[in-house]
Structure formats: C-alpha cells, structure tokens
C-alpha cells in the first residue's frame, strides 16, 4: 500500500495560466475526491467519483475548474485562467465505499497553488 | 445542513498533561463522525471515527473520543500529552449521503516540554 499520491506537491503560477494537478488514489479504491484547503481553514470539499464517474460537485467548483478520473484509477483536476483567489492547497483523498455509508477516507500530501 | 463547530482554535499543554479539544456537531441524521490530525508538511491522518457501533471511540495514538448525542459534542481527549502531538486537528462530519466530508475549522495543539 503506497497511500494516495499527487504530483507536483508546489506549483507557482501567474494569473491567467491553466495548471493540472494529478492524484494516484490507493489502487482498489473505488472512489476519489478532490477538496480545497485554504489557509487557516479545514478543508473544503469539490467533488468526487464513484469509478470514473464524476457524481457530485461542490458550488466552489466554478467553470474554470474541471476534474476527469478517465479509467477510474488516477484523477486530474484542471484550473483555466487562474485567479490569486485559486491559491490553496489541494487534496485528493481515496476511499474503498459502498452505498450510502461514510467510510473512511485516506488522504494524499496536496499540491500547493500559488497564483501569483 | 450538517456542521461541526471547533469551539477552540488553540490550546496549549504541557508534556505529560491531559489533552481535550473540544467539537460541536450539528446534523438532522445520525452522524459519522471523525477527527483527523494534520502535521505540518504531512497529509491528513485518520485518528479515529464514530459510526454508532459505541459511544466511546478509540484511536491511534492513545487518542479516544466519546459521542453524547444529548449536548450534540464529539470531543478529542488524551490523558498525556507528548511533543509528537503538537499539530493541526479537525473534527468532521460526514454528508448525508456519504459521500463528502465536512470539516471543521480545525484546532492547533501546541505542546510545551
């Protein structure tokens, strides 16, 4: 078990860019989430997926945001034309669900967005 | 809507004293319940969750949390404090559907020798 990885953990960029973040779930996990992290604050969740369906999504995630999880195993989540209101950490967490029960959710390092 | 409340957002001990981070849940269903911990430059860790199996939750790291439902309270506790447990620690609470998890806004433990 090589816990939930995402690449890069920092990303710097200016105003304007499109970034991607990536995230390598735990590999039986079923489900994937994505959850944002700003400073002093808990984290706030975006969306998730249920293999690669992507079933909820939070009103946080605006149109500039797109997430995709193509064979249900790895996620990415894009940001177009970034804003210094992206700057954040962003989580992907993992967990192996069924049903309507919260199971527990395993969580990566994030990937830290400075816009500048 | 469901919520948790982290009625602290620092608290300070001694090595060796007892810990109790305090947490108010709000939620019109029976809840699951969490606390995750957060060091510094690390992921999220799972301390310990509540499903209604048993009021009183144990955990890792000589951590417990015990659910009363009639003050609506999920507080962290540890009887002694280590330097390892200065951290970051959030109290959640599971949407209705399961699904998505909703944090508090966390409380720092600072742990002085």
């Known amino acids: 078990d090589t816990g939930v990885s995402q690449d890069p953990r920092h990303k710097i960029t200016k105003r304007g860019q499109n970034v991607t973040f990536r995230c390598d779930p735990i590999?039986?996990?079923?489900?994937l989430y994505w959850y944002r992290q700003t400073l002093g604050q808990g984290p706030e969740f975006l969306t998730y997926f249920q293999n690669e369906a992507q079933l909820e999504k939070s009103r946080l995630l605006s149109d500039r945001f797109s997430a995709e999880r193509p064979k249900g195993s790895f996620s990415t989540l894009e940001i177009q034309r970034t804003e210094q209101g992206d700057s954040a950490m962003y989580l992907c967490?993992?967990?192996?669900?069924?049903?309507?029960?919260?199971?527990?959710?395993?969580f990566g390092p994030g990937t830290r967005l400075t816009v500048l | 809507a469901q919520s948790v409340t982290q009625l602290d957002s620092h608290v300070s001990v001694s090595e060796g004293t007892p810990v109790l981070l305090r947490c108010n849940y709000s939620?019109?269903?029976?809840?699951?319940l969490f606390w995750y911990v957060q060091h510094p430059n690390k992921g999220l860790q799972l301390l310990l969750k509540y499903t209604s199996a048993a009021t009183l939750v144990k955990g890792i790291n000589g951590f417990e949390a015990e659910f009363k439902k009639s003050e609506t309270s999920f507080h962290l506790t540890k009887p002694s404090a280590h330097m390892s447990d200065a951290a970051e620690y959030f109290c959640v609470v599971g949407n209705q559907a399961g699904t998505a998890l909703i944090f508090g806004k966390g409380t720092t433990l600072s742990v002085s020798s």
């Open positions: 590999s039986e996990h079923n489900r």
């Open positions: 939620s019109s269903y029976s809840p699951s």
């Open positions: 967490a993992s967990s192996l669900a069924w049903g309507m029960s919260t199971d527990t959710q395993y």
